[in-house]
């Protein structure tokens, strides 16, 4: 029996009805972010705007917070840009490209090979150089992940915001309303989500691609 790998692009195009080479798979592929955290669930949208589930969040909220102002408890609402409250130790990468590096990483067994750990140890150590290599020339932060138990390896290149500040997040009762049950329940009865925006040179960053939000909402094909 005969397994055909199937690439996120095909899983994407199938599903979701885009293609690699359509403007609409670049702005899902690239509208995305992490944190330090290593929680990946951002997302952006227009002027640096990003959003991300309530508790990922949650560690800035606390953080600024003051005696006066328990902003978990009671929630917190920047009515302006000039009100948004920089995150103390929030650091956003955003995906600006992906390549495949499979052919710098992968080991071809040698008869001198005679362990999987050194196979590992090598592998890894392509790794770490083809990362220090990259962030070098490019000055962004980059990753190497490995995939399919060790069959492809993909660099994955990130733009690095440290000014980072607190839009809105709700309070905490309906941030959490239901608790977990809720979280694989539709409709779900609670607001667990928290936007912030990226600064550039103190300005709101400019995104080349971001989600837009659509008011005529979703139509079938």
Not at 22 to 32: D, E, K, M, N, V
Not at 44 to 66: I, M
């Amino acid at each position: 029996m005969a397994f055909q790998r199937i690439s996120q692009e095909d899983k994407v195009k199938r599903n979701m009805d885009l293609s690699p080479a359509s403007s609409g798979w670049t702005t899902f592929a690239w509208a995305l972010c992490g944190s330090t955290t290593g929680l990946r669930d951002r997302s952006f949208l227009a002027d640096g705007l990003t959003f991300t589930n309530h508790h990922v969040g949650a560690v800035c909220v606390q953080q600024l917070s003051t005696h006066g102002h328990d902003y978990i408890k009671e929630g917190f609402y920047a009515k302006t840009q000039a009100e948004e409250a920089r995150c103390p130790d929030l650091e956003l990468n955003e995906l600006v490209g992906i390549e495949d590096v499979t052919s710098k990483i992968k080991v071809r067994p040698k008869p001198e090979m005679s362990s999987l750990r050194k196979l590992g140890k090598l592998s890894g150590l392509r790794c770490r150089i083809t990362e220090k290599e990259c962030a070098a020339s490019t000055g962004l932060r980059c990753d190497v992940v490995m995939f399919y138990s060790g069959e492809v390896y993909n660099l994955y290149k990130y733009k690095k915001y440290t000014d980072v500040r607190l839009v809105f997040a709700p309070e905490f009762d309906i941030a959490f309303f239901g608790v977990i049950p809720t979280t694989f329940t539709y409709p779900r009865y609670d607001l667990d989500i928290t936007f912030f925006r990226v600064y550039e040179n103190d300005k709101p960053a400019h995104i080349e691609h971001y989600l837009r939000w659509s008011q005529a909402g979703v139509k079938e094909n």
